[in-house]
């Protein structure tokens, strides 16, 4: 990877886009030389972003990455449009740093064969906060015999649960399979008790202007309960987490779930 790392964002008109475009200008060993967003394409990204000095105008197309020399692209847009600009990520051997949730098991599969002269990590969440939170999760797991996640967001996220929720459970599941029965026959109201993720384990989705990003994990045993919380107050709260990927992901090869090992934990 050269000394100054040239980066293209995916959805840089977007809230997490934007964010991106903030957090790469400010960063000495970081180049922003490339802006897609196919909602504001043609526009200065001075106008779109707010951040002065920029040059850039808003590519339609992801065409644009390998002409501006991307070595590292960060993709925060919808799973549908990921699916597609990701591929031709891949063919141009560029690096992918991907926040977008909603990826199937087989779409994983799909960026892991696809990258395979660059490589793409790709985490439901870039807060150091929420990667400990699954970590503390998944140790809890077998210790306890019942267990529930209510993750809240604010109320422009279109996908649900979130794929941070998604990713606890999945992790509480492989710990512990050990989980007691859901009592409930009769839910007054369709979806009461959430929805069911793997082990059983029930997952509750809020949707409320004025969140960012949020979750509980609650854990319950005779005699006593344990909650692990999180909270995102600001979407600069994950730009740590997509920088340290941006200058990781070289030493990454294929394709990688999850921060933990940006991180070293
Ligand atoms: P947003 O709706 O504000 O932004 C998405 C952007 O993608 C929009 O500007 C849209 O125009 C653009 N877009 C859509 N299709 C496109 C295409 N084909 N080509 C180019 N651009 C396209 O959404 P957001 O709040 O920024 O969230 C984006 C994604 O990031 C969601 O999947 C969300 O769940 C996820 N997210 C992940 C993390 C994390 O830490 N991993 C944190 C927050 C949000």
């Known amino acids: 990877m050269p000394t100054v790392i040239n980066v293209g964002?995916?959805?840089?008109?977007?809230?997490?886009?934007?964010?991106?475009c903030h957090a790469v200008a400010a960063d000495p060993d970081l180049?922003?030389?490339?802006?897609v967003d196919r909602s504001r394409a043609g526009d200065e990204l001075d106008s779109v972003v707010g951040l002065d000095g920029s040059e850039l105008v808003v590519a339609e197309d992801v065409a644009e990455l390998t002409a501006a020399g991307t070595d590292v692209v960060v993709d925060f847009t919808v799973v549908e449009a990921a699916r597609v600009n990701l591929a031709a990520v891949a063919a141009g051997g560029i690096h992918a740093v991907v926040g977008t949730t909603g990826f199937t098991d087989d779409d994983l599969e799909m960026l892991r064969s696809s990258f395979d002269s660059s490589n793409c990590l790709v985490a439901p969440n870039f807060a150091v906060g929420a990667v400990l939170?699954?970590?503390f999760a998944e140790m809890a797991a077998p210790l306890f015999e019942t267990a529930e996640v209510i993750e809240l967001h604010h109320d422009g996220k279109i996908d649900a649960p979130s794929g941070t929720a998604m990713?606890?459970?999945?992790?509480?599941a492989a710990a512990s399979s050990?989980?007691?029965d859901d009592p409930t026959d009769n839910e007054m109201v369709a979806g009461a008790r959430g929805g069911m993720g793997p082990g059983g384990i029930r997952v509750h989705s809020v949707r409320l202007r004025?969140?960012?990003a949020h979750q509980?994990?609650?854990f319950g045993t005779t005699g006593q309960t344990l909650t692990i919380r999180h909270d995102s107050?600001?979407?600069t709260s994950f730009m740590p987490g997509v920088l340290a990927a941006v200058k990781r992901i070289e030493d990454l090869p294929g394709l990688t779930i999850g921060l933990e090992s940006v991180l070293g934990i």
């Open 178 to 180: 050990d989980w007691a």
């Open 9 to 20: 964002v995916i959805g840089a008109a977007g809230r997490m886009g934007q964010a991106v």
């Open 31 to 35: 180049d922003l030389v490339a802006a």
């Open 210 to 212: 004025g969140l960012v």
């Open 167 to 172: 990713r606890t459970v999945e992790r509480m």
């Open 216 to 218: 509980e994990v609650l």
């Open 133 to 135: 939170m699954m970590r």
């Open 233 to 235: 107050t600001d979407r």
